[in-house]
């Protein structure tokens, strides 16, 4: 329905077509947890490969998840933060790390 207006008894009403409301879809933190047994280089390697960070920004967080304990690799909607939270603990279970990857709702 396109703008218009309506005479009712002498009043005049004007109509609006009504705008739905788009929602984004929730979105998820993919944090990375710290060990003592997976090297800093392949953390630096992992977030570049799968998070596309350069290295300056995979190093900058490389160094928050080991003196934190914990570091965003990057935040997205859940079907991409639940495959990127998949895609990295299977890689790194493929090259013998402890590394942990989860997903947690912004």
Do not use: C
């Not at 998949?86 to 989860?102: D, E």
Request: glycine residues 4%.
């Amino acid at each position: 329905m396109s703008n218009e207006v309506r005479k009712d008894s002498g009043q005049g009403i004007a109509l609006e077509e009504a705008k739905p409301k788009l929602q984004h879809p929730p979105m998820y933190k993919v944090v990375m947890l710290n060990d003592d047994y997976t090297p800093m280089d392949f953390v630096v390697q992992v977030l570049q490969r799968f998070f596309h960070h350069p290295r300056e920004k995979a190093v900058q967080i490389m160094l928050q998840i080991h003196t934190q304990g914990r570091g965003v690799a990057g935040v997205f909607p859940a079907e991409i933060a639940e495959t990127k939270t998949a895609q990295v603990n299977s890689y790194a279970r493929q090259h013998q790390h402890p590394l942990l990857t989860v997903m947690e709702k912004t």
